[in-house]
């Protein structure tokens, strides 16, 4: 299965330069127009987030429709996309406007402007996603609650995509957990290379990749089942994208974006 993947993503993006296509917006354009966002802010850790939990700097190819993005202790967004895929057996369907409602339109948190909470349905499935945002542990948290009376996952993908000062020469390098399956840690290595940020497994995630733009994102979009990530390669310098995968049946699952510059690379 894991070769499958590979090969799949490969054969996709053969030929495709990672430039032309971040730069022209090529890949998986918006369909949806402008979305309902909320703004979370708790000290230096900014994010604007939709219903849908996606987030993402708003430039071609990088927001598709979310206007905003996320940052640590920074001015300018450093996310390109941060957005999430899900499969009940069948083809692997991004969480997002074309295939979800809106059950529960994305709301700040009246007693928190660090805290919001949203839900759709997609299918037999809904999500609630709670997010939070931390100056103290410099994270932005998102939570997922998996529910339906005909809904049983067999996979859930978390995609990210920082462009951290840039696109060009980033590097990612993924360490294992102690209690959890580990996390990513991405800097740019030319510019401000002391600045280093993370996505990180918070719940029961199995498997990873990482990878040059688009190849994780173009991957996931055309699997037609599920299929099991191929933990590799452990470090990567270029257009960073990456994804965590959960496991079948989860009813719960939780990741973080956040910054630490303490954390070693690789």
């Known amino acids: 299965?894991?070769?499958?993947?590979?090969?799949?993503?490969?054969?996709?993006?053969?030929?495709?330069?990672?430039?032309?296509?971040?730069?022209?917006g090529n890949i998986l354009p918006a369909q949806d127009g402008v979305l309902a966002t909320v703004t979370l802010a708790d000290g230096g850790v900014v994010v604007i987030?939709?219903?849908?939990g996606r987030a993402g700097h708003n430039s071609p190819g990088c927001g598709l429709g979310v206007t905003g993005g996320f940052a640590v202790d920074e001015a300018d967004s450093v996310l390109c996309l941060h957005t999430d895929f899900?499969?009940?057996?069948?083809?692997?369907?991004?969480?997002?406007?074309?295939?979800?409602?809106?059950?529960?339109?994305?709301?700040?948190?009246?007693?928190?402007?660090?805290?919001?909470?949203?839900?759709?349905?997609?299918?037999?499935?809904?999500?609630?996603?709670?997010?939070?945002v931390s100056n103290d542990t410099k994270n932005w948290t998102t939570l997922v609650a998996v529910s339906g009376n005909n809904c049983t996952l067999g996979c859930y993908y978390s995609y990210n995509d920082y462009d951290v000062h840039g696109f060009a020469n980033n590097n990612g390098s993924f360490q294992t957990g102690a209690t959890t399956l580990g996390q990513f840690v991405v800097r740019n290595g030319s510019i401000m290379s002391e600045v280093h940020y993370l996505f990180s497994d918070q719940s029961t995630a199995i498997h990873w990749i990482q990878d040059s733009y688009p190849t994780v994102l173009t991957g996931l979009s055309a699997l037609t089942s599920c299929v099991d990530l191929t933990d590799s390669p452990p470090t990567f310098v270029g257009d960073w994208t990456a994804a965590l995968q959960f496991p079948a049946g989860s009813t719960a699952i939780s990741y973080s974006l956040g910054r630490d510059d303490t954390t070693s690379y690789p």
């Open 1 to 24: 299965m894991k070769t499958t993947f590979a090969a799949l993503v490969l054969c996709l993006c053969l030929g495709l330069s990672a430039w032309a296509q971040k730069k022209d």
């Open 49 to 52: 987030v939709d219903s849908f």
């Open 86 to 132: 899900f499969s009940t057996g069948g083809a692997v369907q991004n969480i997002n406007p074309t295939n979800c409602g809106v059950i529960n339109q994305i709301t700040v948190d009246p007693k928190a402007a660090n805290h919001a909470t949203s839900a759709v349905q997609c299918g037999d499935c809904r999500f609630d996603f709670d997010q939070t």
